[in-house]
């Protein structure tokens, strides 16, 4: 029934630009917050992102602050990441997942490992490579 469908991965050179989009269906989509969590090779779960339900709050894990930006359109069901200045360390699969309750604190996760069962709802995540 709930499906998160992420778009817009792909190969990028170095201080390129990338948009991922994460299409949503099957849950009151302007109700959850939306978070972005990758998976570089070898490594584990990095929370990257959230947005609350309307947009009005959004947070970042130190290492993409502007960099990325994360919004969303609740007219479409959908969030977005802006990834600009490319860099090799953002390499990974990213995925875009939910929850019916809050994640770590208020959503924001730095610093915390993250795991599978943090989230209710994933996707099935794209791949963005950055290479040089």
């Known amino acids: 029934e709930v499906q998160l469908v992420e778009s817009g991965g792909g190969l990028v050179q170095r201080g390129g630009s990338l948009r991922l989009s994460c299409a949503a269906s099957?849950?009151?989509?302007?109700?959850?917050?939306m978070y972005w969590v990758r998976q570089a090779p070898g490594k584990g779960l990095e929370w990257v992102s959230v947005?609350?339900?309307?947009?009005?709050?959004?947070d970042y894990t130190e290492s993409v602050k502007g960099r990325f930006t994360i919004s969303r359109d609740n007219a479409k069901n959908t969030v977005y990441l802006q990834m600009n200045s490319l860099k090799s360390e953002d390499t990974a699969l990213y995925y875009c997942?939910?929850?019916?309750?809050?994640?770590?604190?208020?959503?924001?996760?730095?610093?915390?490992?993250?795991?599978?069962?943090?989230?209710?709802?994933w996707g099935q995540g794209t791949q963005v490579t950055v290479s040089s």
């Open positions: 099957g849950f009151t989509f302007n109700t959850y917050w």
């Open positions: 947005i609350d339900s309307r947009g009005g709050r959004t």
């Open positions: 997942a939910t929850k019916s309750t809050t994640v770590c604190s208020r959503g924001y996760c730095d610093t915390q490992k993250i795991e599978r069962k943090d989230f209710d709802y």
